[in-house]
């Protein structure tokens, strides 16, 4: 191994400015006698850049490598061996920096679930993760908050305005076929059709490097190093005292007096642990990697949701899809830039819902996010004409997949295999995804403005066509969870502190510690991770527990709505 040239000394080192890395950065400097070091592989979020700061643009960060990792995974042998995409931001702000913005925060038994499964999580319950839900979160500007969201949380967002009518029919179709509305999914009621939240403010995309972490940067005992590429974690037999990394063609080492905090996502995570000696043995040593602690569940439990596009041709020239030409993109793009107002300034995802799958499932179990075009999520195959689609899919698949070393070289990416569609479940979610999907859109809200279905297609009907086109069509949604999970049994990776078991002066804070993945997008639920694990790593008092009420369907044993 090189011996680094350079030496430096901090009280923390962050590896990730991500969901959680910039939350760490910025709660852990309000003690001014603590010393912060955050390693970032990317660059800065230039002010200039409209790309990831223009919230219509969220396709372009994840069309190219600048601000992204751009992982694929293995052939995924249930999906005709398709290699997927699995974008992951690469920049202040990580995937923050490049998400489609949805803020959602999953469902209030996704957390009791966390605690019930395993006792040493107790203070993991939704009633004890809502007060960092509302710590981090301020919503449509409300500063005096409710029991749900909080007043002064530095992560903005902002509830969709929902003017284009496709939205309007979207939620009256849902209530015709007798599902509730809900105007807050992250607040009392989750399941029903309704508006969705984003993390926009002020017409900007709010990543967590705008709510956290440049704020931060104001204060002198806080150094971020960007396009910094960590090593290894250094280690004195079981703690840790640092961290080697390459920053500027330079192999540096950053000495720890207390701790080695890795915040790099579900996949770097994992991989960085491996990196350091610590994961499964033997997969270690096929790398000539020397063994700090045998622990097993690195890389494993690795979880993600997919999901599918239902699109239909709409008959009136409403939809987005009349928008996609150089000079309409052009008037956008102007209006965003000297008012930040417009489509520019919207993800889109201004409409949603959660809905049960079937009877005997407790709370939702498939998700939507509807907009009014037909297009991929990452801009790519638009529709010729009209159109809208909602992306649906299952929101807690029993799949579970691997992140292993490729190398020992830290450059090299990882093997991502979410083994997809591996448990008999799924499919039968996603037949549901599509056939439920028909029909809310077959409703009369929809009469004046629906024309023939796009895909699957009106031939695709049987539960053979239709597991044959998920198997060509389905996309990730882009939320890789669950790789170092918290808890006590022995695939356990962090215990409910966040420390690693067996190793001093070490955590991991990001979506990897997930036991199981929340019922929903996950940036809103990593914010909290970091928000929560913030107190805990500054030995204070955690928030009382909140004991705001939720909604569970009254007959869900008997009804699917």
Not at 118 to 124: C, G, I, N, P
Not at 364 to 389: C, M, R, T, W
Not at 471 to 479: G, L, N, P, R, V
Request: charged fraction near 25%; charge should be negative; include cysteine.
């Amino acid at each position: 191994m090189n011996t680094p040239t350079t030496t430096e000394n901090y009280d923390y080192v962050i590896v990730g400015s991500g969901s959680a890395g910039a939350v760490l950065a910025n709660r852990l400097t309000e003690d001014p006698e603590v010393k912060v070091l955050v390693v970032e592989a990317g660059p800065v979020d230039h002010w200039w850049d409209w790309r990831i700061h223009m919230p219509t643009a969220l396709s372009y960060p994840m069309q190219s490598e600048t601000y992204n990792w751009a992982f694929w995974t293995t052939e995924q042998s249930n999906l005709n061996n398709r290699r997927m995409e699995t974008p992951r931001g690469r920049v202040y702000g990580g995937s923050s920096s490049v998400n489609g913005m949805a803020y959602v925060r999953g469902n209030a038994l996704d957390y009791n679930r966390w605690a019930q499964q395993d006792a040493a999580l107790k203070d993991w319950d939704y009633a004890r993760c809502l007060p960092y839900f509302r710590k981090a979160n301020t919503r449509n500007e409300d500063a005096n908050g409710d029991d749900y969201h909080g007043g002064d949380g530095p992560q903005h967002v902002t509830t969709g305005a929902c003017k284009n009518p496709l939205y309007q029919a979207w939620m009256k179709a849902g209530v015709e076929a007798g599902y509730t509305h809900t105007d807050d999914q992250n607040g009392y009621r989750q399941e029903g059709l309704g508006t969705m939240d984003m993390t926009v403010y002020k017409g900007r995309r709010w990543s967590t490097a705008r709510a956290y972490l440049h704020p931060a940067m104001k204060r002198s005992n806080l150094t971020v190093y960007n396009k910094a590429l960590a090593q290894n974690v250094v280690f004195d037999g079981k703690c840790a005292i640092g961290l080697d990394f390459t920053h500027r063609g330079e192999l540096k080492r950053a000495y720890v007096g207390r701790e080695v905090i890795l915040s790099a996502g579900s996949i770097n995570s994992p991989k960085l642990l491996m990196l350091s000696g610590i994961g499964p043995a033997a997969h270690l040593r096929e790398h000539g990697i020397d063994v700090v602690a045998d622990l097993p569940g690195v890389g494993e439990n690795l979880q993600d949701h997919l999901e599918l596009y239902v699109q239909m041709e709409c008959t009136q020239p409403i939809s987005l899809n009349s928008k996609l030409d150089p000079w309409n993109k052009f008037k956008i793009g102007l209006e965003w830039y000297l008012f930040k107002t417009g489509l520019g300034a919207t993800n889109h995802f201004e409409a949603g819902g959660f809905i049960r799958s079937k009877a005997g499932v407790q709370h939702p179990d498939l998700q939507y996010h509807f907009i009014p075009a037909a297009v991929n999520y990452n801009g790519s195959k638009a529709a010729e004409k009209d159109g809208f689609q909602a992306h649906v899919g299952p929101m807690r698949s029993k799949s579970r997949g691997t992140i292993r070393l490729a190398s020992n070289d830290p450059a090299k990416r990882p093997i991502v295999d979410p083994n997809y569609m591996s448990h008999p479940e799924d499919w039968e979610e996603m037949r549901a995804s599509v056939r439920l999907t028909r029909e809310i859109f077959a409703q009369d809200a929809f009469k004046d403005l629906r024309g023939v279905e796009i895909g699957p297609g009106k031939d695709i009907q049987s539960d053979d066509e239709i597991n044959a086109w998920v198997a060509d069509h389905a996309e990730s949604a882009y939320h890789p969870s669950c790789s170092c999970k918290m808890g006590s049994d022995d695939m356990a990776v962090v215990d409910e502190n966040t420390r690693v078991h067996g190793i001093e002066g070490l955590r991991v804070v990001d979506s990897s510690i997930m036991p199981t993945i929340a019922s929903g997008n996950l940036n809103a639920p990593t914010i909290m991770i970091g928000e929560k694990a913030a107190d805990i790593i500054r030995g204070r008092n955690l928030l009382p527990p909140s004991d705001a009420p939720f909604f569970v369907h009254p007959e869900w044993q008997t009804k699917q709505r």
